[in-house]
């Protein structure tokens, strides 16, 4: 099944430095691969997202890439803020005999200090 | 207007207890997911349901039951609750199996004493 590796898994920085997270997956038929941050306390949500058919989606301070031939993707945030600090998860869409699912990494805890 | 709401956001209770979950999306989606996340922040899929269909178990112990009276909403009953149940189980809806963005209710943590 799919497996979805993610690192770091905690990532401090200053504020206004950038910030990249990494993650591979190993199923060459996920096609789906989108970004939740979660802060303390509170439900994941979407920030971005991107498709096997493109290689590289930006909005405003964050972009995430992608490498099909690798298998693998990253979450690019820049001029980082204190409200940035949260947990990053990425995902891919499983598709199986069993149905379809996100699988998610383990998750980045990201700390912007001031 | 919660979009994903789900009931109790807290469940202290003892062990060899059974409790119930309620979730219901007012998104009008046909697909809703019950992931569990553990102390360490793992998110984990534990079923999903489409059109009141049960699509995925994720090897999850039969103690854990969920039901979809309607494609609105998706409940989780445990029986015989463990230490190790002790985690905060999200619902999530999305538009369709393979369409369309998660969207994920506020947690309910359940502590298992």
């Known amino acids: 099944g799919e497996n979805v590796e993610q690192h770091p898994s905690t990532l401090s920085v200053q504020e206004g430095d950038s910030a990249v997270i990494k993650c591979t997956y190993s199923d060459s038929a996920s096609n789906y691969f989108p970004w939740y941050k979660q802060e303390l306390g509170k439900r994941p949500q979407l920030i971005i997202d991107i498709r096997s058919n493109v290689g590289e989606k930006k909005d405003q301070r964050i972009a995430v890439t992608l490498n099909k031939t690798a298998k693998h993707f990253s979450l690019h945030i820049t001029e980082t803020q204190p409200e940035d600090s949260a947990v990053y998860f990425c995902?891919?869409?499983?598709?199986?005999?069993?149905?379809?699912?996100?699988?998610f990494g383990k998750g980045t805890t990201l700390s912007v200090s001031s | 207007d919660t979009a994903v709401s789900q009931t109790p956001k807290y469940l202290v209770t003892q062990m060899g207890n059974d409790k119930s979950i309620k979730c219901e999306q007012n998104?009008?989606?046909?697909?809703m997911y019950w992931y569990k996340q553990d102390s360490k922040k793992f998110l984990k899929i534990m079923f999903s349901y489409n059109n009141k269909e049960l699509i995925i178990n994720e090897t999850v112990p039969n103690r854990f039951s969920p039901k979809s009276p309607d494609k609105a909403h998706l409940n989780l009953h445990i029986n015989s609750l463990e230490l190790g149940d002790s985690a905060v189980y999200f619902c999530?809806?999305?538009?369709?199996?393979?369409?369309?963005?998660?969207?994920f209710g506020e947690g309910s943590r359940l502590t298992v004493l």
């Open positions: 995902a891919a869409r499983r598709t199986n005999q069993a149905g379809t699912a996100l699988i």
């Open positions: 999530a809806s999305s538009r369709g199996q393979t369409t369309g963005e998660l969207f």
């Open positions: 998104l009008g989606h046909d697909t």
